[in-house]
């Protein structure tokens, strides 16, 4: 039960701790350039979808038609991902697909001023081809923001949560034969937690190295002890 | 307190809480859980419930539950978004000409920026008639005599018949209201993208009106654009501004760290820019369905043209000096 003590104070990680004014920490978990790049593409495909379909019928309205094809191109390169990203949980479809969203650097939902800011300084981010301004820029300022990110105070997250295994309610708890550090209890109650992930085998191997509490078990028994002791720990009795 | 009888202890209220972030729509103003008044009070002992698991040392699987409901909560009540119509109608009754007003550092700057190169052009062109082509490529200005001569079917444009007006409105909202855009965050480029969009306008336009006006074409060519040239030209100027207000933040930040400078610029920069956007937007309704009336005598669009002028100036000076204007007003 040595190596716990291992685990450095602050992870290399992309998450983005925000503590609110309610007097809590929330951690924000950033999206770096290729899935936002993904995003991007995703929308270009569509917003080029929409331009040839409606704009091939269009070509049957003479100037009218090619009067709605403009005003659709404005709509579709500035209105597009303004308004979605305003009004539309602060994703546009593509973004919403690979579960992104923006947000303001403290973690709120952002409105139609940071939206209108982050997608006009596009031009300058796409700047000279395929956001080459904004590639330098995601990479030198952390949090992967470019310049229309930095300019409105936005951040780009993964909106999706992982999902988080089922706890075990059943089985009876037993105390642990020794006294435990935090970390260590800590790292008996996640190990409760996500054994039903891992395979029986697996698992089995993992708790027998969990040494003086399974000392001399056979594996499928040590297994058995640990995720007591998990449930103990976690106020089973 | 063991984990299992915190959860217990508190699972009804995470429940409540889950009901009303898993509605959607009206649903979520109208099933609020609490009191509207109580809410901020509930939400605080959310994210109190939260920071107890941390430091109780619960398990990953309790704190992330606790985390992603605090961050959903979060977003319901933070997001709430203020009645879009109303706060739209002061901006443009009250804050706009405030904010341009109070801008007025980069304002006028923009507007010598604009006007200087655009009207003394026009002196130019007429002394030095072959400059017109430094500017104007040669096929094109040859394309404006055409348009604007005084015997053209129909002025200012080529061609006019049934979709005309449609699609040059079309078209003047596609390229005008982009440029508004372009030429603010050409402001990033320190600034500069700004400036050359502003002057680079300014000699395209002075140009243009230096050559038609040595070449006679008095009444088609000023008689067409007086009416959306208030608008249009103010439009651009302000979005010029804007632009340059988000260049003067990251050259002179001042007390602040470029960025911070650059944030705070560009939330005040935006909103000139809307206002510009708008005015131009304005603009290219004018231009398509008024401007090229020709049974309109010029003398009266060289009279609403001017009235327009007179308006816009009167709207700028004197609107929006009570408390609605007021910049903490604001957002």
Redesign the interface.
């Known amino acids: 039960m040595t190596g716990l003590a291992a685990i450095p104070a602050t992870l290399i990680d992309t998450v983005r701790n925000v503590d ?1 004014p ?6 924000l978990r950033v999206a770096g350039p290729v899935s936002r790049a993904r995003a991007w593409l995703i929308d270009f495909l569509f917003r080029a979808g929409v331009y040839l379909t409606v704009g091939q019928f269009l070509a049957f309205f ?3 038609g ?6 659709m ?2 709509a579709l ?2 209105l597009y991902p303004t308004l979605f990203e305003a ?1 539309w ?1 602060g994703a546009t479809p593509g973004k919403y697909l690979c579960k992104l969203a923006v947000l303001h650097d403290n ?3 952002i ?3 940071a939206s ?2 982050r997608n ?5 981010d796409f700047f000279p081809l395929f956001y080459g301004v904004g590639a330098v820029t995601m990479f030198l300022t952390k949090d992967y923001k470019r ?1 229309g990110d ?4 936005t951040v780009v997250v993964y909106c999706d ?2 999902v ?2 089922k ?1 075990d ?1 059943s089985s009876e708890s037993e105390p642990p034969s020794i006294p435990l550090t ?1 970390p260590e ?2 790292a008996i ?2 190990y ?2 996500r054994a039903g992930q891992l395979t029986q085998e697996r698992s089995a191997e993992l708790a027998v190295l969990a040494t003086p509490l399974t000392a001399g078990m056979t594996a499928d028994h040590a297994r058995e002890r640990l995720l007591r002791i998990g449930r103990f ?4 009795r | 307190m063991k984990e299992f009888q915190f959860v217990e202890m508190r699972q009804l209220t995470w429940a409540v809480w889950d009901d009303w972030l898993d509605s959607r729509g009206l649903a979520i103003r109208e099933r609020l859980p609490f009191a509207a008044k109580e809410l901020p009070h509930r939400f605080r002992e959310l994210c109190h419930d939260l920071s107890i698991a941390r430091d109780r040392d619960y398990s990953s699987l309790l704190i992330d539950s606790l985390h992603k409901r605090v961050l959903r909560a979060q977003q319901h009540i933070y997001g709430a978004q203020p009645r879009l119509r109303r706060a739209w109608l002061t901006f443009f009754l009250a804050g706009f000409p405030a904010l341009v007003r109070g801008e007025w550092r980069f304002v006028i700057p923009a507007l010598l920026l604009f006007f200087l190169p655009l009207a003394a052009y026009i002196p130019i062109a007429h002394y030095w008639p072959e400059s017109v082509y430094l500017v104007i490529p040669a096929d094109h200005a040859a394309q404006m005599e055409e348009m604007y001569s005084p015997d053209a079917p129909s002025i200012g444009r080529l061609r006019r018949d049934a979709g005309d007006d449609f699609r040059m409105l079309a078209a003047y909202i596609w390229n005008n209201v982009r440029l508004d855009f372009q030429c603010f965050a050409g402001g990033l480029l320190f600034g500069v993208g700004s400036i050359f969009y502003l002057v680079y306008n300014g000699l395209i336009i002075g140009a243009t009106a230096g050559h038609l006006t040595r070449l006679g074409y008095i009444d088609t060519f000023w008689g067409f654009v007086a009416g959306h040239s208030s608008l249009e030209l103010i439009g651009a100027v302000l979005a010029g501004a804007a632009g340059l207000r988000v260049g003067y933040a990251l050259i002179a930040p001042g007390n602040l760290s470029r960025v911070t400078a650059l944030k705070r610029s560009a939330r005040i920069a935006i909103r000139m820019l809307s206002g510009a956007a708008v005015m131009t937007f304005s603009a290219a309704f004018v231009e398509a369905f008024w401007s090229p009336l020709p049974a309109v005598p010029v003398a009266i669009k060289y009279a609403v043209g001017g009235g327009l002028w007179v308006l816009l100036l009167a709207y700028f000076l004197f609107a929006g000096h009570g408390p609605a204007g007021d910049p903490r007003h604001a957002d």
Do not use: D, N
């Open positions: 609110t309610e007097g809590c920490r929330i951690s003479g100037k009218i090619g009067g709605v094809v403009l005003i191109l404005f390169e500035w009004y949980r973690g709120t939902p409105g139609i001023g209108l800011i006009t300084l596009r031009a300058i310049l930095l300019a409105a105070g949560e992982p988080p295994p706890p309610h935090v209890q800590r109650i996640e409760t937690l720990l976690m106020g089973k």
